[in-house]
């Protein structure tokens, strides 16, 4: 097979010569690769190009061809980084997705074998597990995110003040009790009627949701026992896990079409299931999504 261009280039002649040196001087080959061609050393080169009126490439020649291999070079390095992380993020994912399945198997053991109270301490275990394996759901979700962007612009992508400004106007993270971040407290099925009227105040029951749940005597209403224990009424009615999905614009014909939806109250995307807050963060997507 012939060696590609410029190895293909016929030194014997003048012209050949003179085609040489004229990459090196635009810094298009480097000076080792210009003497291997012309089978030369350094000296021999510079007393070709002097004797031919040829200068040595110049600095800006130099930085201009640095800046163009470096074009070259750093999309593959990031690429090569990229996937470092992405197949990381992913065994311990995977990881994590097998202790908690542990977890859970000795937490059974554990109260099949009259260990009650070990259940409770694997549960807080379990809990924060989950909350883990959560948030590396999200980065991967992130990465993928960031390959869609930098691979459907065509330029360069690059996470900067300009990317930030997508993030005007959302809400901040609201904080959870301490009951929600430890144990198996489940704000969509919660067990205590402190748990069931804490969720429907802050947005993630529905007024009848929360209201079966209860199981109220006949005359009693939730108003009434959420004021009597000093839980604050909702601002508004919240709406319910499937309808907050048809408001984001998630697939309907998803098996779980809920899925993303309880994603966002998990890492506080959407902080309640309030209507105003549903369409809110509807909004707010929609405008990524133009930026985009």
Same mark, same amino acid.
């Given at each position: 097979?012939?060696?590609?261009?410029?190895?293909?280039?016929?030194?014997?002649?003048?012209?050949?010569?003179?085609?040489?040196?004229?990459?090196?001087?635009?810094?298009?080959?480097?000076?080792? &690769? @210009?003497?291997?061609? /012309?089978?030369?050393?350094? !000296?021999?080169?510079?007393?070709? +190009?002097? $004797?031919? %009126?040829?200068?040595?490439?110049?600095?800006?020649?130099?930085?201009?061809?640095?800046?163009?291999?470096?074009?070259?070079?750093?999309?593959?390095?990031?690429?090569?980084?990229?996937?470092?992380?992405?197949?990381?993020?992913?065994?311990?994912? &995977? @990881?994590?997705?097998? /202790?908690?399945?542990?977890? !859970?198997?000795?937490?059974?053991? +554990?109260? $099949?074998? %009259?260990?009650?109270?070990?259940?409770?301490?694997?549960?807080?275990?379990?809990?924060?597990?989950?909350?883990?394996?959560?948030?590396?759901?999200?980065?991967?979700?992130?990465?993928?995110?960031?390959?869609?962007?930098?691979?459907?612009?065509?330029?360069?992508?690059?996470?900067?003040?300009?990317?930030?400004?997508?993030?005007?106007?959302?809400?901040?993270?609201?904080?959870?009790?301490?009951?929600?971040?430890?144990?198996?407290?489940?704000?969509?099925?919660?067990?205590?009627?402190?748990?069931?009227?804490?969720?429907?105040?802050?947005?993630?029951?529905?007024?009848?949701?929360?209201?079966?749940?209860?199981?109220?005597?006949?005359?009693?209403?939730?108003?009434?026992?959420?004021?009597?224990?000093?839980?604050?009424?909702?601002?508004?009615?919240?709406?319910?896990?499937?309808?907050?999905?048809?408001?984001?614009?998630?697939?309907?014909?998803?098996?779980?079409?809920?899925?993303?939806?309880?994603?966002?109250?998990?890492?506080?995307?959407?902080?309640?299931?309030?209507?105003?807050?549903?369409?809110?963060?509807?909004?707010?997507?929609?405008?990524?999504?133009?930026?985009?």
């Amino acid at each position: 097979m012939a060696a590609k261009y410029p190895f293909s280039i016929d030194v014997s002649t003048v012209e050949g010569q003179l085609e040489v040196l004229r990459l090196w001087s635009s810094a298009e080959i480097g000076e080792s &690769v @210009a003497c291997l061609i /012309l089978k030369i050393t350094t !000296a021999e080169l510079l007393a070709l +190009a002097n $004797a031919h %009126g040829v200068l040595a490439p110049s600095q800006q020649a130099l930085d201009q061809r640095i800046k163009e291999l470096e074009a070259i070079v750093r999309p593959h390095l990031r690429a090569t980084k990229r996937n470092q992380v992405e197949r990381t993020v992913t065994e311990t994912t &995977v @990881a994590v997705s097998d /202790l908690l399945d542990r977890i !859970a198997n000795i937490a059974i053991e +554990a109260e $099949a074998y %009259g260990r009650a109270d070990a259940r409770a301490i694997y549960s807080v275990a379990h809990a924060r597990l989950r909350r883990g394996l959560d948030n590396l759901m999200s980065a991967q979700e992130s990465f993928a995110e960031a390959r869609t962007l930098e691979e459907s612009g065509g330029q360069e992508f690059e996470y900067n003040e300009a990317s930030l400004r997508v993030l005007e106007g959302l809400d901040r993270v609201v904080p959870r009790p301490d009951y929600y971040l430890i144990g198996d407290f489940d704000h969509v099925n919660p067990v205590t009627e402190h748990d069931i009227l804490w969720s429907w105040s802050q947005g993630y029951l529905t007024t009848k949701g929360a209201a079966e749940m209860l199981k109220l005597e006949e005359g009693d209403t939730i108003e009434e026992v959420a004021i009597q224990l000093g839980i604050p009424l909702p601002p508004e009615e919240a709406v319910s896990p499937q309808e907050a999905a048809l408001i984001l614009g998630d697939d309907p014909a998803a098996t779980d079409p809920t899925l993303n939806v309880r994603r966002r109250i998990r890492d506080g995307r959407l902080p309640s299931y309030f209507r105003s807050v549903v369409e809110a963060r509807r909004a707010f997507e929609d405008r990524v999504k133009r930026r985009q």
